[in-house]
């Protein structure tokens, strides 16, 4: 399955495929010219609403990282952010993770868990999701 | 020629001096999945029954398909399709011939998908409706009002006594039907991640009015908990627009909030002299917090 999406999770699925498709664009997961699902089939495979799909490969088309051709499935241009192939520089791909930093590292101060404890956890989660 | 499936103004209702609904406007058009949400009592089914056309309004008026819903010519009849909470199958009859029964009121009935989804669900169409349970009763409730392909499906709470394995066959049909883009569906549900999954649009109805009638995307970008971390002491008083409910137990304080901007954001952030951490809520949290 290419996304993860978690309905219940209070970030509306179009922003969850959004994030996605632009983590996975920048680290060079998803290459130009690679098919993304159709709307139709990840509506069905994940039973959520087909129009939040649909808005979020707009959004991407919008930005220029998928491109829509006639009668084929949406496919991927590119990085938005200029390399047109290949990885993001690494400062970059940073960047984008940090928003999410910054939660993990305040939800961790008001649980009052310690750095050690906080990097425990990751990398628990880390080698979890290792392949 | 309208393009709008539903289209309600200043819609109310009465029963007898008791107010049930009051000033409700809304549009569906097609390809559009709403979610009714609202405690018991809130009006959910009464609005329903009033789109069916079951109940007179008692102030402003419901089109469907651009007829008054109470007047409903039979031709526009048979493009919706409803599931009423309490079924109304016929206890002797099998589930072939109950099948047969309301196939033989409509011209475009769709028996491969009927066949499909029968095998699919695992209904007995030999069965006898007498011996069925509540959840298989209300399996076939859901097939039949799918079988004329209507253009307009409504669905009073559907799947209160479905498992939870029914429940997702059952959304992703709701899913097949939708992705053609010229159906519409309005259902209740007290399941809210059904409704998270499945809508696009939300109605929360309190006590007979609409608390928020929109995008689902909006209501989740609108209705959020923030995270006040100032850089001093906070002062006593925090002025928060659109505040639900604060929460200042620990060193940093909480709030939900509604009708959440950027602008919002900043002008808080200026006031505490801070940062302002934004948390994205799920539906049910929203509902709840609407209902403190």
Known sequence: MLFILNPQSGVPIYRQILEQVRRMVSSGQLQPGTELPSVRDLAVAHAVNPMTISKAYSLLEAEGLLARNRGKPMTVVGSARGTARGQTPLNKRVEQINPLVDQIVLAARQLQLSEAELVKALRRKWEETDE | MNSATVEASHLGKMFGTKRVLQDLSFGVSPGDVVGVLGKNGAGKTTLLELMLGFTQPTEGAVRLFGHESYRLPGDAKARVGFVPQQDELVD?????????????????????????????????????????????RQ?????????????????????????????????????????????????????????????????????????????????????????????????????IPGALSVRRESAFPTAIVRDWTEGAQRELERQIAGTVEVEALGLEEIFVELHR
């Open chain 2, 139 to 239: 399996k076939l409730s859901i097939l039949l009002a799918f079988g004329h392909k209507p253009d307009l499906l409504i669905l009073d709470e559907p799947v209160a006594s479905l498992d939870p394995i029914a429940r997702r066959q059952f959304l992703e049909q709701l899913v097949e039907i939708s992705t053609d883009g010229r159906r519409a569906i309005v259902f209740s549900s007290h399941i809210v991640s059904d409704i998270e999954r499945l809508a696009n649009r939300i109605w929360i109805l309190k006590e007979g009015r609409f608390d928020w009638q929109g995008d689902l995307d909006s209501l989740k970008e609108s209705i959020v908990r923030i995270h006040l971390r100032g850089s001093g002491r906070l002062p006593e008083v925090l002025a």
């Open chain 2, 92 to 136: 002797h009859l099998t589930v072939a011939d109950q099948l047969r029964v309301i196939a033989s009121f409509y011209p475009h009935w769709d028996k491969d998908l009927m066949s499909r989804l029968c095998q699919e669900w695992g209904i007995d169409v030999r069965a006898r409706i007498k011996g069925m349970s509540v959840g298989e």
